[in-house]
């Protein structure tokens, strides 16, 4: 069995059977939202490195801290090259940040890892990748063909006019996205590493603090489904908690971009408490399917 990972940096990750939990809180202040490289970098060699050397899904709690998945997928993948990582957001996570890396700049630091293939962002609803913000998106990823966008309802004409419209996938609704994104994964089958930020899914399923995609739980799990034996690492973001910036440009920043910062005591505890199930079920399926290591040592 894998064993999850907890990275407990803000206390908002519940029980997951079997898993170990680090208690990295001194961690928060200097990571959460966003930090210089360099301080990402001294996370990797002080927690990444600490991890044991096959583990199951690392979750990392609220999804200000989803660029720690850089120093995970660098990890995750040093032993092989052509590696494919599918991230699920409602966000690109590719856009321009002039203070190092934070949780919406942190994939074109992957596509720029020479062992990794591609990268696809599934389920963006944002209008991140809208005209209105079309000059936010770092291009470089775009036009080399190590990234591309699954977006639903966002016009993206823009891309045609600055050619990159080949790194761009629209779809009318989840149910023809879900069913696309599987057909491709089950038909190129390759080590992938798998990132699920909550967010991409619907208020209906699970709730954030960040605006939220259409994505309901089974398009996920047939996703993961599709990658059995193809699994080669996994984390999980998007957990709740509130939390108020020591910084006063990163309390700025934060609610620039449409992060909710009030929420009652009682509605926490009770989107926690559905987050927590929902952990559950996604660390069930995902250990499930990961098991590209072992086929690699009984081939």
């Known amino acids: 069995m894998n064993q999850p990972i907890i990275l407990d940096l803000d206390g908002s990750v519940g029980a997951v059977d079997n898993a170990l939990r680090l208690d990295l809180r001194d961690w928060q202040a200097r990571v959460r939202f966003g930090c210089r490289v360099s301080t990402l970098d001294a996370f990797g060699r002080d927690v990444v490195g600490r991890l044991p050397v096959n583990h199951g899904t690392v979750l990392m709690g609220s999804g200000d801290f989803h660029h720690l998945s850089w120093p995970l997928i660098a990890r995750q993948?040093?032993?092989?090259?052509?590696?494919?990582?599918?991230?699920?957001?409602?966000?690109?996570?590719?856009?321009?940040?002039?203070?190092?890396?934070?949780?919406?700049?942190?994939?074109?630091?992957?596509?720029?890892l020479p062992q990794v293939s591609h990268v696809h962002v599934v389920?963006?609803?944002?209008?991140?990748?809208?005209?209105?913000?079309?000059?936010?998106?770092?291009?470089?990823?775009?036009?080399?063909?190590?990234?591309?966008?699954?977006?639903?309802?966002?016009?993206?004409?823009?891309?045609?006019?600055?050619?990159?419209?080949?790194?761009?996938?629209?779809?009318?609704?989840?149910?023809?996205?879900?069913?696309?994104?599987?057909?491709?994964?089950?038909?190129?089958?390759?080590?992938?590493?798998?990132?699920?930020?909550?967010?991409?899914?619907?208020?209906?399923?699970?709730?954030?603090?960040?605006?939220?995609?259409?994505?309901?739980?089974?398009?996920?799990?047939?996703?993961?489904?599709?990658?059995?034996?193809?699994?080669?690492?996994?984390?999980?973001?998007?957990?709740?908690?509130?939390?108020?910036?020591?910084?006063?440009?990163?309390?700025?920043?934060?609610?620039?971009?449409?992060q909710t910062l009030d929420i009652p005591d009682l509605t926490l505890q009770s989107w926690q408490v559905e987050q927590h199930v929902l952990n559950q079920r996604l660390v069930n399926r995902l250990n499930a399917a990961q098991g590209y290591e072992r086929v690699m040592r009984s081939a």
Request: glycine share 10%; net charge neutral; charged share 20%.
């Open 77 to 112: 993948t040093a032993r092989t090259r052509g590696v494919r990582v599918v991230v699920f957001d409602n966000h690109p996570d590719n856009m321009r940040y002039l203070f190092g890396i934070h949780c919406g700049s942190w994939v074109r630091r992957v596509a720029l």
């Open 123 to 258: 389920g963006i609803t944002s209008p991140d990748i809208g005209r209105g913000h079309a000059w936010e998106n770092y291009l470089t990823p775009l036009r080399s063909g190590k990234l591309s966008y699954w977006s639903l309802g966002v016009d993206t004409g823009w891309a045609r006019w600055l050619g990159v419209q080949s790194a761009f996938r629209n779809f009318a609704d989840a149910d023809t996205l879900a069913d696309t994104l599987s057909e491709l994964l089950i038909r190129e089958q390759q080590p992938t590493y798998l990132s699920i930020d909550k967010d991409v899914f619907s208020p209906s399923v699970v709730r954030t603090n960040w605006d939220q995609g259409v994505m309901l739980e089974h398009h996920v799990m047939q996703a993961i489904e599709a990658l059995q034996g193809q699994l080669l690492g996994s984390d999980i973001t998007g957990d709740v908690s509130v939390y108020r910036h020591p910084s006063a440009w990163k309390r700025w920043l934060s609610a620039g971009d449409g």
